[in-house]
């Protein structure tokens, strides 16, 4: 199928690895220009090498920076000032006992999973708006439909943002811009191997053990495959998908248990 976005221009958010690497990926498949962005230099650098070697016509623009502060945004939108596609994604905040948390670990996850995402659209929403074509997807988490209590940090700060989207998203869409989120399960990416590690530290039990005894418990029996995301992602960046907006859409092999 093609998409319909081959010389567009994409923002995708900490995508040197996991799942916003996979829609950079997708993206740039595409024919998208994509410019990616990681605090860590060297792995961006190698995912945005492997991206060129596939799509030698496509333009990779890495900017290493922290997504989450005033100036990693200023530099990727120097970078890429009018972007047609913006993924926003940035890490998740860590889980814990909501006793612990200070103000200041709260303003983090919020500056992290709540405001980063909301200050970039407002940089960019106007721009798609007046060019009459945009794209925009937040990647948040299946929490936001079924909350972790532990993760309480993201819960809090991922249900904010998708409140606000809510009310924007039917706003924009006049003008052909869309704001979707996608809610990922469990997807086997570094994330999800760093969570097996450190619970095999406390355990004593092999990582991939915890990971095995993990995935038998998805309805699909294994983890996503970020292939499978990134493929999603760029759906919801076609340009025949105009008419989806606002959605929150569930990516977790069934694990919700709910009708709707
Ligand atoms: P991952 O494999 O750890 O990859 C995270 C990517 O984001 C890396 O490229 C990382 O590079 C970059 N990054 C992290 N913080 C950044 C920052 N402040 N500024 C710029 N880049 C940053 O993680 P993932 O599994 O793809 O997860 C992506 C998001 O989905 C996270 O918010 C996570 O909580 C959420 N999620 C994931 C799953 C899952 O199963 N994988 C499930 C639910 C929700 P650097 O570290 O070099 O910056």
């Not at 190698?46 to 623009?61: L, Y």
């Not at 003008?175 to 004593?204: C, H, M, Q, Y």
């Not at 309805?219 to 929150?248: V, W």
């Amino acid at each position: 199928m093609d998409l319909g976005i081959k010389g567009r221009r994409a923002i995708v958010c900490a995508s040197s690895k996991g799942l916003g690497r996979a829609c950079a990926i997708a993206l740039a498949n595409e024919g998208v220009d994509v410019t990616i962005t990681a605090r860590g230099a060297e792995a961006l650098a190698k995912t945005a090498a492997e991206i060129r070697a596939a799509n030698p016509a496509v333009t990779v623009t890495e900017v290493a920076g922290d997504i989450t502060t005033p100036e990693g945004r200023a530099a990727v939108l120097k970078a890429c000032p009018e972007p047609d596609i913006l993924v926003n994604n940035a890490g998740g905040p860590p889980p814990g006992d909501f006793r612990n948390w200070t103000r200041d670990d709260w303003i983090k996850a919020l500056d992290a999973n709540m405001l980063t995402p909301i200050e970039l659209i407002k940089a960019t929403v106007d721009g798609m708006m007046a060019r009459k074509f945009g794209r925009i997807v937040n990647i948040t988490s299946a929490a936001v439909k079924a909350p972790i209590d532990i993760l309480g940090l993201s819960n809090g700060a991922r249900a904010g943002l998708t409140g606000f989207i809510a009310g924007l998203s039917r706003k924009t869409v006049i003008n052909n811009v869309t704001i979707n989120a996608l809610l990922p399960g469990p997807f086997e990416t570094d994330r999800l191997i760093g969570t097996a590690k450190a619970e095999s530290a406390k355990r004593g039990i092999p990582a991939e053990q915890i990971l095995a005894d993990r995935a038998k418990t998805n309805p699909a029996g294994r983890f996503g495959d970020p292939e499978e995301f990134g493929l999603f992602c760029a759906f919801l960046c076609g340009a025949k998908a105009g008419y989806i907006t606002g959605q929150n859409i569930l990516l977790d092999g069934g694990s919700f248990p709910g009708t709707l």
